[in-house]
């Protein structure tokens, strides 16, 4: 199947600092990302959904101007989570949605494991 | 103190068992649902999907149930093996929009 990767795999940030993520699809184009947050024995829940060349849509609750998003190419979403707190500590993951024809499949990536002290 | 935490619905099994993990779901307009399979610290990774046009759908030792008249879910995984053990989660869509996803299931697999 196709493959997403996300960069870094884990990260340890001090409270007031802001932290990138990367996505990014290896092997398809995606127009369309996804970034969701995962909070231990929890769902995923959806934070925003990133296209490329516009802006990002963010589903209710999730600040954009914490979480700013970027989709600058069609292999490429970044996340960053500015002033990071102790709060925002969570596994983040990252989707791309792959397109064939009429048929549609969203990959993961491997997840990135933040914690802010 | 001691804190309350979310507990995750387990089914355990057997190896060589079949499992059954069932989810419902709410939205009657969704039309694509998926299942996943988590293990700790990863991301989900893709076992089957099935589209509502249609009511069973079989991969590699696994079965995807659809019942729409109940909005019910299930994942049918033949001989469990210990490689099983994860979470599993029910995803649902709406056309072309986002994916909507259960709660999870916790499978342990014991030798």
């Known amino acids: 199947g196709a493959v997403v990767s996300q960069h870094p795999s884990w990260v340890i940030c001090k409270s007031g600092t802001s932290v990138k993520i990367e996505c990014r699809s290896l092997?398809?184009?995606?127009?369309?990302m996804f970034w969701y947050r995962q909070f231990p024995k929890q769902s995923l829940m959806l934070m925003a959904t990133s296209n490329e060349g516009s802006k990002a849509t963010y589903e209710q609750g999730v600040e954009k101007d914490k979480f700013l998003i970027n989709h600058a190419s069609l292999t490429l979403s970044t996340l960053t989570v500015t002033s990071a707190h102790p709060e925002d500590s969570s596994f983040y993951i990252c989707s791309a949605r792959d397109q064939k024809g009429n048929q549609e499949t969203q990959y993961f990536g491997p997840g990135t494991r933040l914690l802010v002290l | 103190g001691e804190s309350v935490g979310l507990h995750l619905p387990t089914l355990s099994v057997q190896e060589g068992d079949n499992s059954i993990i069932n989810c419902a779901y709410s939205n009657s307009a969704s039309d694509y649902f998926i299942w996943y399979k988590q293990e700790s610290g990863k991301g989900p990774q893709f076992i089957i999907d099935i589209r509502s046009n249609m009511d069973k759908r079989q991969g590699q030792r696994v079965t995807v149930l659809l019942n729409k008249t109940v909005k019910h879910l299930s994942l049918q995984i033949a001989a469990t093996q210990p490689g099983d053990s994860a979470v599993y989660f029910c995803a649902e869509s709406e056309g072309y929009s986002t994916l909507t996803f259960g709660k999870g299931t916790m499978l342990l697999v014991s030798p």
């Open positions: 092997d398809f184009q995606a127009t369309t």
